[in-house]
């Protein structure tokens, strides 16, 4: 199974501070990751899938990067309702996909 | 645009049997796979399989199979998640999600169910 850890656990910026997450996979995953983002008591939230992708309605704040076992969410400038958790998942060993634990960006 | 609408919340005994639901508006059902994820603060998102409605495909996690069962009713645009015997470790929070055409990205999320399992 491959697991992906996610760092930092929590990360404390101020709104319109650049947010860059990472996500590391014990194995290669291609470029097969995708991100979410969850707020409490919702449902989690695509927003880049195939490690830079962005999905529908996304906006373009949101990039991401990487390849292999490293990959990057960068949030170029925080707003407000970015606060939330971030969580990576792969979908190289379709269909046991796997998410990171989770980053939680929070206001500092 | 497409929704999906899950079944309301469960409070079960150990031992009880469930059957919850995810039911699929405003696309073709049985064009896109459909994902179940359990939820729980100690384990956070795991998946635990999927399903093809429109041939009944359907593929589990190894941690979940055989412990429970995906299907689907495409008379109803539905698919369920059921497990025979409820266990304490079974409370958490169940998605269901469809993918984005692709087979492999989920994009659309039910609302979640949040399934209790208390004696």
């Known amino acids: ?108 | 645009e497409v929704q999906l609408v899950q079944s309301g919340a469960e409070v079960k005994k150990p031992g009880e049997s469930l059957k919850i639901s995810c039911k699929g508006s405003e696309y073709r059902f049985t064009s896109f796979w459909i994902g179940w994820v359990r939820q729980t603060p100690g384990k956070g998102l795991e998946w635990i399989g999927v399903i093809y409605p429109g041939d009944s495909d359907t593929r589990y996690s190894p941690s979940f199979q055989g412990q429970v069962t995906i299907s689907a009713d495409k008379s109803i645009n539905t698919a369920y998640l059921q497990w025979d015997s409820l266990k304490a470790s079974d409370t958490a929070v169940y998605y269901c999600a469809r993918d984005r055409g692709d087979g492999y990205n989920f994009a659309h999320w039910g609302q979640g169910t949040l399934v209790t399992v208390s004696a």
């Open chain 1, 1 to 108: 199974e491959i697991v992906l850890t996610q760092s930092p656990a929590t990360l404390s910026l101020s709104p319109g501070e650049r947010a860059t997450l990472s996500c590391r996979a014990s194995h290669s995953v291609s470029n097969f990751v995708a991100w979410f983002q969850q707020k409490p008591g919702q449902a989690p939230r695509l927003l880049i899938y195939d490690t830079s992708k962005r999905a529908t309605g996304i906006p373009t704040r949101f990039s991401g990067s990487g390849s292999g076992t490293d990959f990057t969410l960068t949030i170029s400038s925080l707003e407000p309702e970015d606060f939330a958790v971030y969580y990576c998942q792969q979908r190289h060993t379709w269909p046991l996909l796997t998410f990171g634990p989770g980053t939680k960006v929070d206001i500092k």
